[in-house]
């Protein structure tokens, strides 16, 4: 009801789904709540357009915010991630926002809802929760507490900052077309312990301790169906709409730790698991 009424008053002509569960850990400890929100909560949202599709813009699209999860993991020497790579999520997170993926293909072809779906790589940035790699490493430096590393630190992500994601997206939400996909990535692919490295180095120069902050680093047993690497050739992004990330993971990663230093009473007041 809270959906109908906020669409039925704003009439929007772009809405885009950037709602979801998203942490793999709390998946798979509660995967409950990861169904009921990315599937369901999308199925709300689309049948809310269904059923008033009439009355709202005739250029409404609506723009869905998925991950690169929803492939599957890469070994090493495979090739990237395009948008026909096949469907093989591997934890609870994944599986749910492929299913919602999937109902969005299914509302555009049966209903007509005009819809672009996106697969983006790993985020980071300000406000992100520290629940997260990046902002958990920079809190627990700061405080002095260990950093956790699961298995031996070698999982490949794909880091964009969040600020060129949103700027990605304003840019999709202008397409032709009534449903198409796009991945979108920057080509920054990094081992988590060479991130965490690079965190750690940066701030032995901020804030210099009496030793190393890579000293507070731990191994802990791996995550359950821990995927090795995720990576997306976001090259048809490029091609549609003359995009390309402005951030350098090097100078984004200065800026994130800058701010979260700055922040760190915020960082503070969020539950960190």
Same mark, same amino acid.
């Given at each position: 009801?809270?959906?109908?009424?906020?669409?039925?008053?704003?009439?929007?002509?772009?809405?885009?789904?950037?709602?979801?569960?998203?942490?793999?850990?709390?998946?798979?400890?509660?995967?409950?709540?990861?169904?009921?929100?990315?599937?369901?909560?999308?199925?709300?949202?689309?049948?809310?357009?269904?059923?008033?599709?009439?009355?709202?813009?005739?250029?409404?699209?609506?723009?869905?915010?998925?991950?690169?999860?929803?492939?599957?993991?890469?070994?090493?020497?495979?090739?990237?991630?395009?948008?026909?790579?096949?469907?093989?999520?591997?934890?609870?997170?994944?599986?749910?926002?492929?299913?919602?993926?999937?109902?969005?293909?299914?509302?555009?072809?049966?209903?007509?809802?005009? /819809?672009?779906?996106? *697969?983006?790589?790993?985020? $980071? @940035?300000?406000?992100? %929760?520290?629940?997260?790699?990046?902002?958990? !490493?920079?809190?627990? /430096?700061?405080?002095? *507490?260990?950093?956790?590393? $699961? @298995?031996?630190?070698? %999982?490949?992500?794909?880091?964009?900052?969040? !600020?060129?994601?949103?700027?990605?997206?304003?840019?999709?939400?202008?397409?032709?077309?009534?449903?198409?996909?796009?991945?979108?990535?920057?080509?920054?692919?990094?081992?988590?312990?060479?991130?965490?490295?690079?965190?750690?180095?940066?701030?032995?120069?901020?804030?210099?301790?009496?030793?190393?902050?890579?000293?507070?680093?731990?191994?802990?047993?791996?995550?359950?169906?821990?995927?090795?690497?995720?990576?997306?050739?976001?090259?048809?992004?490029?091609?549609?709409?003359?995009?390309?990330?402005?951030?350098?993971?090097?100078?984004?990663?200065?800026?994130?730790?800058?701010?979260?230093?700055?922040?760190?009473?915020?960082?503070?007041?969020?539950?960190?698991?």
């Amino acid at each position: 009801q809270a959906l109908n009424h906020a669409i039925l008053e704003f009439k929007p002509n772009k809405i885009f789904h950037l709602a979801a569960e998203s942490h793999v850990d709390r998946s798979i400890d509660g995967p409950e709540d990861f169904l009921t929100t990315n599937i369901m909560g999308t199925f709300n949202i689309l049948e809310v357009i269904r059923k008033n599709l009439a009355y709202l813009p005739k250029d409404l699209i609506l723009v869905h915010v998925s991950t690169d999860e929803v492939f599957g993991s890469l070994q090493p020497s495979e090739s990237l991630f395009i948008e026909s790579s096949g469907y093989k999520p591997n934890s609870p997170y994944s599986a749910s926002k492929a299913s919602s993926d999937l109902l969005v293909r299914a509302w555009n072809k049966t209903y007509g809802i005009k /819809a672009v779906i996106t *697969n983006c790589s790993n985020n $980071y @940035g300000p406000w992100q %929760n520290p629940e997260k790699l990046i902002p958990k !490493t920079i809190m627990n /430096a700061l405080t002095k *507490n260990k950093i956790p590393i $699961y @298995g031996k630190g070698i %999982n490949v992500r794909d880091w964009l900052h969040v !600020t060129d994601h949103a700027e990605a997206l304003i840019a999709i939400s202008k397409t032709e077309k009534n449903c198409s996909r796009y991945n979108i990535g920057a080509n920054q692919e990094m081992t988590n312990i060479d991130l965490v490295r690079l965190i750690c180095g940066y701030l032995d120069k901020k804030k210099p301790l009496d030793e190393p902050y890579f000293n507070l680093i731990t191994y802990v047993e791996d995550r359950l169906g821990h995927d090795l690497r995720y990576a997306v050739d976001a090259t048809q992004l490029g091609l549609d709409f003359n995009f390309k990330p402005n951030f350098l993971l090097s100078e984004g990663i200065t800026n994130t730790i800058d701010w979260y230093i700055e922040n760190l009473d915020w960082v503070k007041s969020k539950s960190i698991s």
